[in-house]
């Protein structure tokens, strides 16, 4: 068949030991972007089997930085035939900086690859709500706008991470050997999985935490000192600018993620806020003619399909008029 010979040759091709047209056929096989994955599975297998090569390419960058730097401070000596003899030349120093500068960025790609190798990220466009089935039995359900990072080939270790930007809903299967799930959406902020059902939410705006059944651990860091907070069911943790966690108790966790069914629930919400949650989930930029407007609140249950419904919705409520300016809406008073 055809892929144990093609795995062969692109081993030879990654070990730099294939022949001219080995490396042609490669080359016009990666072209063909259903091969893809398939390449990332077998540059995986190829860097476990071949683990000395990128140490080899820092070693050899340090040797090479080596050279260069005794190389400079070398003084010029004169030839016994009275030629003036140039050890280290501008054109011999420009092809060593040259080299370094290739195995530099050929170090840096091979780690940026290791990255898209070892995880596969899901992806949501303005306007789209996606499920995404773990395997170990997981679920989430991802919003609008949003990317969820997870281990390509399962998860290991004692420890099930996932990384988030955006908002999403999870519901987590326990495992029999009681491996700990953890959301990641920063260097300073994850949230450990204690119970079954929660929602995080985390855009540029702030991080927010809403527990709808069991129980979950908050691990974040407040002026360089790390921080945990333990929620219970109904609780609505939100992350301040100052690094301290506010701690709500809702009565009603369900509000937490109706935009599953593509609702909106407001509860003296302003617009300002509003407008904000729109350009998140719909991509459409907004423009609030004035303070007075961003600060008036709206309470109540939404169901739409697109931000054109909800606008009009929110334009009838308020006595609020829309219209679009350029590549943005304007909202004025009516």
Not at 11 to 27: H, I, K, T
């Amino acid at each position: 068949m055809e892929a144990p010979v093609i795995k062969n040759v692109v081993f030879e091709y990654l070990s730099g030991r294939a022949n001219p047209l080995e490396r042609q056929l490669v080359e016009d096989w990666l072209k063909k972007e259903e091969n893809i994955e398939t390449f990332h599975q077998w540059l995986f297998e190829w860097e476990i089997r071949s683990p000395q090569f990128i140490p080899d390419q820092e070693q050899a960058m340090a040797r090479l930085m080596k050279k260069v730097n005794e190389k400079a401070q070398e003084p010029e000596e004169a030839e016994e035939d009275d030629k003036t003899y140039m050890p280290w030349s501008p054109l011999l120093i420009k092809k060593y900086w040259l080299i370094a500068a290739s195995v530099l960025a050929l170090v840096c790609s091979s780690w940026l690859l290791r990255d898209v190798i070892q995880y596969k990220t899901f992806e949501t466009d303005y306007g789209q709500i996606t499920q995404v089935y773990l395997e170990d039995g997981s679920r989430v359900v991802l919003n609008a706008n949003s990317r969820l990072k997870i281990p390509r080939f399962g998860f290991y270790g004692d420890v099930r991470t996932v990384f988030l930007d955006g908002e999403a809903e999870f519901s987590i299967s326990h495992t029999v050997d009681n491996k700990r799930f953890i959301v990641k959406t920063s260097d300073t902020f994850q949230v450990e999985v204690l119970g079954t059902q929660f929602s995080v939410f985390a855009r540029p705006r702030g991080t927010k935490v809403a527990l709808s059944r069991g129980k979950v651990r908050i691990d974040y860091s407040q002026e360089k000192k790390k921080q945990e907070l333990v929620m219970k069911p109904g609780d609505l943790a939100i992350l301040q600018k100052s690094g301290a966690i506010t701690l709500i108790n809702e009565a009603n966790g369900k509000n937490f993620s109706t935009w599953k069914e593509q609702h909106f629930v407001f509860n003296a919400t302003s617009v300002s806020e509003i407008s904000a949650l729109i350009e998140e989930s719909f991509g459409i930029k907004i423009r609030i003619a004035n303070d007075e407007i961003a600060l008036r609140t709206l309470t109540g249950n939404f169901k739409t399909e697109n931000a054109e419904e909800l606008l009009k919705t929110i334009a009838e409520v308020l006595d609020l008029k829309i219209e679009t300016k350029g590549n943005a809406i304007l909202i004025t008073d009516n």
